[in-house]
């Protein structure tokens, strides 16, 4: 069921910060920033297609949308292993493991990145969903049919049962 825009523009001045803050805890809780109920993931690599709560495209009909979120994605990465890396060298100070600072940076930035990676796609869609509000095409049943270059994608809308 197709339910009406959350998320328009608010009429006090005060309202846009409160607004911005709960689609980021949203997205923080894997959750949808727009609605905040439906669970944005199949499993921990794969986006659902639609918001099963309020259908929002979670990739907004847009095939390259999430190019942001990969760039997000590597920012909080690295300086996660960074400040790991920054807090085991402040404690072994002055006979700092080189070699092991070396290793450990390359090692867990690819773990790094995975933990972080559902984080940066729910939080890129929060922030485009903060600057660019949800209109109507992004509810759009005819948006379903919309191929992406890289190939049709393996989840279909939840089919209606009637009533
Ligand atoms: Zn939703």
């Known amino acids: 069921m197709q339910q009406a825009v959350t998320s328009r523009p608010p009429a006090a001045s005060g309202a846009a910060p ?3 803050a709960r689609m980021l805890l949203r997205a923080g809780r894997l959750r949808c ?7 944005i993931f199949i499993t921990w690599l794969k986006l ?5 709560a309020c259908d929002l495209l979670l990739e907004r009909g847009e095939s390259d949308y999430f190019i942001g979120a990969y760039l ?4 909080i990465a690295e300086l996660i292993v960074v400040a790991l890396m ?3 060298v402040l404690a072994t100070w002055p006979a700092v493991p080189w070699t092991a600072v070396t290793w450990g940076i390359a090692l867990l930035t690819i773990p790094a ?10 939080l890129w869609l929060a922030i485009d969903l903060i600057f660019r ?7 759009s049943p005819g948006a379903d049919v919309i191929e992406f ?5 393996t989840e279909r809308p939840p089919t209606r049962r009637p009533q």
């Open 72 to 75: 997000l994605n590597l920012i």
């Open 86 to 88: 920054v807090v085991l």
């Open 18 to 20: 409160r607004r911005a």
């Open 133 to 139: 509000p949800p209109e109507e095409s992004d509810f």
């Open 33 to 39: 920033p727009n609605c905040g109920r439906g669970q």
């Open 48 to 52: 659902r297609y639609r918001c099963p």
């Open 113 to 122: 990145a995975t933990l972080t990676y559902p984080y940066s796609r729910s």
């Open 149 to 153: 270059p890289r190939g049709p994608r």
